[in-house]
C-alpha cells in the first residue's frame, strides 16, 4: 500500500511539474549574465564592505525578474527563463552549490506566479531565512546594508522574505526600514516583478554550510555591535548567565541533564535564560552586561557581536557538529572563548544529545 501511495505521488508530481513547465516555460542555466539586457550589475559603493578572500561585492538589478523558492534548500532568480549564478541560493544535503544544482532545472517553477508592481528587494535564501535568529542577523540584515550603499529606502518597494516575527521587525525599526512592505516569501513562492534588486550573500561560498563560519567577514560582526548596542534595553539581570535551550523545538544542542546543570550553576551564582522569551533590546543588554556566559550551542550565541571584550564564554556542543560559528565572532571580537565536546550519546529516545557532567563545569569555573 505504501509503495502505491509513493508512486501515486510521484506520478501526481510529475504531472504538475509538467503542467507548470507548459504554463512558465523551461529553465537553462544563464552563463553570462553580464550579457543580458535585462540585467545590470553593479558594485556596492563602499570600499569597507569585503567579502572572504577580498571578495568585492556585487548588487544585480533585474527587470522583470522571477523568483521562485521551495521553502528548504531552493531559491532560483530568473531572467527571463534563464536562472542567474551567484543570487540564486541552492543547498544539497548540506552542502552549497551553484546554480547548477538548483532544482528549478528539473522541477520548473510549480506554483503560480504573483505580479509584483514595483521593485523587490529578495531577502530570502532557503529554510535559514525563516525566522532564524543567527541567520537573520548575520545573513540577511547586511544583506539590506549592501543593498542600502547603492539605493535608499524610498527606492525599494517591496522586501521578499518570510513574514516577520517581532525580533525581526525590531532591527528594521531601528534601521529605519519599517515601512517597506512585506511580500510573505512563504505564501508567495513565485513572484515576478517590474524589477528585482539581489545582493550576492555576504559570507556563503560553496560546501558544506556548516564550515562556511572561516568566510563570516570581520565587518559584519562590528556592524551589528555598532548598529544595535546602543539600543540594549536595561532590565535587572545577572552577569553569569547559563543559556536554557529547552524551549527549543529541536533536539539537537539540547543537554539530557538540563535541570541538574541550571542547578548546580544557580548555586554557582548563575541565573538561567530562555533568551527567544527576550526582546531583541533584551538580548542586547543581556549579553553586553554579562561577564561569562555558558550555554549549549544554538542561536543564541548570535548575541555574542554585543559582548564586550575578555568576556569568558563556555560552548557545549557535540562532537558530531562541525559548526564553529561562535569561535570565529569570539575571536573578532577578542572574548575568553572556551569549547567543550561530548562524546555522542547512545540513548536516541531522549530529547537532547548532549550530556555534560558537572564536574567538567566546576573545572571551568574554578580555571
Known amino acids: 500500500m505504501n509503495r502505491i ?33 535585462n540585467i545590470l550589475i553593479e558594485d556596492v559603493k563602499d570600499e569597507n564592505l569585503i567579502g572572504p578572500d577580498n571578495l568585492k561585492y556585487s548588487i544585480y538589478k533585474i527587470k522583470n525578474c522571477r523568483v521562485f523558492n521551495d521553502f528548504v534548500e531552493n531559491v532560483a532568480i530568473i531572467s ?19 546554480a547548477n544544482h538548483n532544482s528549478v532545472l528539473y522541477k520548473g517553477t ?43 529606502s524610498k ?29 510573505d516569501s512563504n505564501k508567495n513562492r513565485h513572484i515576478q516583478a517590474n524589477e528585482v534588486i539581489c545582493p550576492e550573500h555576504p559570507w556563503y561560498k560553496k560546501g ?3 564550515k562556511e563560519a572561516k568566510n563570516l567577514p570581520e565587518w559584519i560582526v562590528k556592524w551589528i555591535n555598532d548598529t544595535f548596542i546602543n539600543y540594549g534595553k536595561q532590565f535587572n539581570c545577572n552577569e553569569k548567565i547559563f543559556i ?10 539540547q543537554f539530557v541533564n538540563n535541570k541538574e546543570i541550571i542547578n548546580f550553576l544557580e548555586n554557582e551564582g548563575f541565573t538561567s535564560y ?30 555574542l557581536a554585543f559582548c564586550k571584550k575578555n568576556t569568558k564564554i563556555l560552548e557545549i556542543k557535540p562532537k558530531n557538529h562541525p559548526n564553529f560559528v561562535d569561535q570565529h565572532i569570539s575571536k573578532i571580537k577578542e572574548l575568553d572563548f572556551n569549547l567543550i565536546e561530548t562524546d555522542e550519546l547512545k540513548d536516541k529516545d531522549k530529547k537532547g544529545d548532549i550530556f555534560l557532567n558537572t564536574r567538567d563545569l566546576k573545572k571551568f569555573l574554578l580555571n
Not at 10 to 31: P, R, V
Not at 124 to 129: C, K, L, P, Y
Not at 280 to 302: C, D, H, P, R, T
Open 5 to 37: 501511495k509513493k508512486k501515486l505521488s510521484f506520478l501526481y508530481k510529475s504531472l504538475i511539474n509538467f503542467l507548470f513547465t507548459i504554463l512558465y516555460g523551461k529553465i537553462i542555466f544563464c552563463k553570462n549574465p553580464e550579457k543580458e539586457k
Open 80 to 98: 527571463g527563463n534563464k536562472i542567474i549564478d551567484k543570487v540564486s541560493y541552492q543547498q544539497v544535503k548540506g552542502e552549497l552549490k551553484d
Open 110 to 152: 510549480p506554483y503560480l506566479k504573483k505580479k509584483i508592481n514595483g521593485r523587490v528587494l529578495s531577502l530570502t535564501q532557503g529554510a535559514s531565512g525563516h525566522k532564524n535568529y543567527f541567520h537573520w542577523l548575520y545573513d540577511i540584515l547586511p544583506k539590506i546594508n549592501i543593498c542600502f550603499k547603492n539605493y535608499n
Open 155 to 183: 527606492e525599494i518597494d517591496y522586501f521578499y522574505l518570510s513574514k516577520l516575527e517581532k525580533y525581526q521587525k525590531s532591527t528594521l525599526q531601528i534601521l529605519g526600514y519599517d515601512d517597506i512592505k512585506i511580500i
Open 208 to 210: 558544506f554550510i556548516l
Open 244 to 253: 536554557d535551550r529547552s524551549e527549543s523545538a529541536f533536539s539537537h544542542c
Open 274 to 303: 530562555k533568551v527567544g522569551q527576550l526582546s531583541f533590546q533584551e538580548q542586547v543588554y543581556l549579553f553586553s552586561n554579562a561577564k561569562m556566559i555558558i550555554g549549549a550551542q544554538g542561536a543564541a550565541f548570535a548575541n
